[in-house]
């Protein structure tokens, strides 16, 4: 299959090189109809504009790197859809890397798109990572940076985040609204920002309705199913009495809901069990899983409209801007009748 | 902070520059004591190899680009798991391009990937794509490419596959032998290689077990949970007897199992079902879901453990290899008390 070339194009409008080379990189000069019938042609003969060279003039290459932590969350892949279709209806490509919540694969894969000459990164952090000369690196070089979801606070990049405080708030007032009293949390032992804001905000809703602090009723682990399953397990054991559980994220509280199920504990009539970030399965389980959703798409859409503001402020020092979304509470059959 | 260079390994090691840097690239004549002493003090001290720099002299990235079709499957993100491990491994960094299922994406994708100047490419093709300029493209520039799960059969290039005839024929085997007579078949309107296979199995077995092929059993449509949903609704409206379903791919399998579920219809005792791919979600759900796993993460391994076959070969002819996994049937609870 012989390439189509701009001489193609120019020889079947009767036009010359140079317009339809202008046409092609929406040159001012040229006028709408002549670019609409330079596009059309060039789709129709199967043109593909030599982007290699094209980026070596400009000294663009249109790729965003975006660095998540885990693919198989529905979280990232939701919010890399969002990123995907803002950026692609820009003109840029996305190439993704998955950390896979290792600080030293985050630095491989930031060394990775350096080396593909992207154009920025858009990035949410592992839960290892606390210093970050890599991410400084990014930032030395010029290179557009944006966070989303898991942000660094003490590093001035802009970032698009949900109010986990709030998120954790509206979690815990709606089990007391649906008449909770001893509210398990189950929770990270890492330090990471947004997990340890949800906290805070389960607390204060305890405060706020009168109600103590128990710090036998939180629970740290590695966030999974297990770590569910086991706190039930221990509570059920020791005899703990408890009558609803907030797990920072769904997995967890899944777990739990298992765990309820197999010690015959009736939920949400017994106790109530609500998570955190919306995954994909909870409208599947029964009964369905209570939890927090953290606008996702819209998260994803957001990080990409204000990456491309950052992309043509490109030089300029701006103080770096912060979009926090409004946190959503989906109240489902695990802790009530809905 | 200062960039470490070699000269800091070689001062700090008291040897020459030469040594470090043949020791770093994992030069022959240089001892494995040697090599074990620079690679520590490397570490140690924050070095990180100029990969421009070294690309530009190799003439090779050491990034190997994957497509996938939608990592919301668990599915794909699984199969990717298990080509990371094995290609960082080798020292290879993979980035992701999401074709969302849409050709012109795909393409894309491509010409993303050749712009980054990849190694190769790993692909799993979408629902819409049945010729492929832009694969024969990779082809002609000599670039090793490697299809997994979904290939296409008139281009010569190695893959790695499950046996989806067998796969097909296994889940309904395994709906006769639980006594289920009448089993409804719901697959996809397109004509995707691996789903028409499926039906295959599905055919065969219901013949070597002496039932018939009952064409008003087959159901077509857009691959979901509300195809799923739409087929049982419809059945139980038009009173067509039936026993149990076997559904292409799982989410359709839960839309008909939630279908069920709504009309009262009791899982397995009344009707059973069984899905395809073993998507996460299945073991949480009630009643859990029967499927056919396709052995995802070792697909993965064994893409990568080809590829870096494919990368050695580089420039030698040889007939493509194809290696196809056995699938495995999971039986859970919406087919029988397991």
Chains 1, 2 share one sequence.
Do not use: C, W
């Amino acid at each position: 299959m012989k390439r189509v070339t701009i001489e193609d194009i120019a020889a079947k409008l009767n036009i010359s090189f140079s317009t339809v080379a202008r046409a092609l990189n929406d040159h001012p000069a040229i006028s709408e109809a002549t670019k609409n019938a330079v596009k059309e042609t060039a789709t129709r003969l199967g043109y593909r504009q030599n982007k290699v060279a094209a980026s070596l003039r400009s000294g663009r290459t249109h790729i965003i790197g975006v660095i998540v932590p885990n693919l198989q969350l529905s979280f990232f892949s939701a919010v890399v859809h969002g990123i995907e279709r803002i950026m692609n209806e820009n003109d840029y490509n996305i190439l993704l890397y998955q950390s896979n919540e290792a600080l030293v694969q985050e630095a491989r894969g930031i060394d990775t798109f350096l080396q593909s000459r992207v154009d920025g990164i858009i990035a949410s952090v592992t839960q290892e990572t606390r210093e970050m000369p890599h991410y400084a690196e990014i930032r030395k070089r010029g290179i557009p940076l944006l966070f989303f979801d898991r942000a660094i606070a003490n590093l001035e990049v802009p970032s698009v985040v949900i109010d986990d405080f709030k998120g954790g708030y509206l979690a815990t007032q709606h089990l007391v609204d649906q008449g909770y009293r001893r509210i398990v949390h189950i929770n990270t032992e890492q330090n990471l920002a947004i997990f340890s804001a949800r906290e805070e905000g389960y607390k204060a809703a305890l405060i706020a309705n009168g109600l103590a602090v128990d710090a036998s009723l939180i629970v740290r682990g590695p966030l999974s199913l297990a770590l569910g399953e086991a706190t039930v397990d221990r509570f059920v054991a020791q005899q703990i009495p408890f009558d609803a559980i907030f797990a920072v994220e769904d997995f967890t509280a899944m777990g739990a809901l298992q765990a309820l199920k197999k010690h015959k504990i009736k939920v949400p009539s017994a106790v109530g069990v609500i998570g955190f970030a919306n995954e994909a399965f909870g409208s599947l389980v029964t009964p369905t899983l209570s939890s927090v959703d953290q606008q996702t798409v819209r998260m994803g859409e957001e990080s990409a409209k204000l990456f491309l503001k950052l992309l043509q402020q490109k030089g300029k020092v701006m103080p770096p801007e912060k979009i926090v979304l409004e946190p959503m509470l989906v109240p489902r059959a695990s802790s009530g009748n809905f």
